[in-house]
């Protein structure tokens, strides 16, 4: 697969600057945990950097660009996309979800499987979708060593 036609079945990865790769984000208003815990004072989602400073300077583009990526996740090429993009663009280290977060166990089914054609990428994956992990580890073990 051609870097373009990744780009178009994702849309774009993020670039966090304190982070020594690319990043794949979504929309954190689509949290399920996370707005709950957003209602929460003092946890880490009540003042989720995701829906403000740089993110609410360009919210409109960031909703655009959010939309594209959801759709990606749900576009039968997606994981193709994803292992074409960061072998290409970030081989050493990855991060999952610079904004947002897994949006269903397909969602992660699918991460697992990318982070397990790459194993010589390291995938960090910070998640409040604990019991999302927990139903994936009892039903279908642990994940891949380069994925934390």
């Not at 994981?79 to 081989?91: D, V």
Request: hydrophobic residues 35%; charged residues 25%.
């Amino acid at each position: 697969m051609k870097i373009k036609d990744a780009l178009n079945v994702i849309g774009s990865l993020s670039k966090p600057s304190k982070m020594p790769g690319f990043s794949f984000g979504l929309n954190p208003n689509l949290c399920k945990q996370g707005n709950i815990l957003s209602q929460i004072e003092g946890s880490v989602c009540n003042k989720c950097y995701a829906k403000k400073g740089f993110y609410n300077v360009y919210k409109k583009q960031m909703a655009k660009t959010w939309a594209k990526r959801l759709e990606g996740v749900n576009n039968i090429l997606f994981e193709q996309s994803m292992i074409t993009l960061i072998q290409k663009k970030s081989p050493d280290y990855f991060r999952w979800h610079d904004a947002g977060d897994i949006q269903n166990m397909e969602h992660l089914k699918k991460i697992v499987r990318i982070a397990r054609a790459l194993p010589n990428t390291k995938f960090w994956m910070p998640t409040k979708e604990v019991n999302l992990i927990r139903e994936y580890n009892k039903t279908y073990g642990d994940f891949p060593s380069n994925l934390v």
